[in-house]
Structure formats: C-alpha cells, structure tokens
C-alpha cells in the first residue's frame, strides 16, 4: 500500500470517530485534523461513499440561512451556498455532518 494511502485511511478513520461524537462542518473537521477545508470535504465524500455497505450512515445538519431560517434541506454538497434562495441574503450557516449507526 502506498503510504500516501495509508495516510488517507488513517485521516478517514480519525474522521469517522470524530462524526460518530458530534456534528462538525468542514471547517470544524479541518481544524481538529489539520487538513484543509478541500481535503476534508474529499475524505467527507469517501467517507460517504465507503458507509454505504456498513450499518452506519453519514447525516447532514443542512445550512441554513440565518436571516430567514431557510433550511437548504435538498442540498447534497458539502460547502456553504453563496446565498439564500428566498431572501437573497449572505449570511448562512454551515452545514454539518454526523454519523449514525442506519
Ligand atoms: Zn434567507
């Protein structure tokens, strides 16, 4: 196994035990790992991809829009929208992921 790999699961690993403890958006997650806010969302994504054959799901708190309480429910991405759909407004919330057994 290349060790560039190997590096990859051990971050996915630390991921996935922090998830299972508590909701964190990306930024959160690059923080307590040290890894950019990019990589987290690359590792997010496999993460996601790889609970698909466990008991175990990935869940989303959506962002929402802290000016009109719009929830961005249908949202599957995991960065930040730019703006609200209803009120125009910049200010939203990031969204945040947890994992929970299916
Ligand atoms: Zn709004």
């Given at each position: 196994?290349?060790?560039e790999?190997?590096?990859?699961?051990t971050?996915?690993?630390?991921?996935?035990?922090?998830?299972?403890?508590?909701?964190?958006?990306?930024?959160?997650?690059?923080?307590?790992?040290?890894?950019?806010?990019?990589?987290?969302?690359?590792?997010?994504?496999?993460?996601?991809?790889?609970?698909?054959?466990?008991?175990?799901?990935?869940?989303?708190?959506?962002?929402?829009?802290?000016?009109?309480?719009?929830?961005?429910?249908?949202?599957?991405?995991?960065?930040?929208?730019?703006?609200?759909?209803?009120?125009?407004?910049?200010?939203?919330?990031?969204?945040?992921?947890?994992?929970?057994?299916?």
């Amino acid at each position: 196994m290349m060790p560039e790999e190997n590096e990859a699961r051990t971050v996915r690993q630390d991921m996935i035990a922090l998830l299972q403890t508590e909701a964190c958006s990306l930024r959160d997650i690059s923080q307590a790992l040290h890894i950019s806010e990019k990589e987290a969302g690359d590792h997010l994504a496999h993460i996601r991809r790889s609970l698909s054959t466990t008991r175990q799901v990935l869940r989303i708190h959506p962002a929402t829009c802290r000016a009109c309480d719009f929830v961005f429910r249908e949202r599957q991405r995991f960065s930040r929208p730019g703006r609200c759909p209803r009120c125009r407004a910049t200010r939203i919330s990031l969204p945040r992921f947890f994992i929970r057994s299916g």
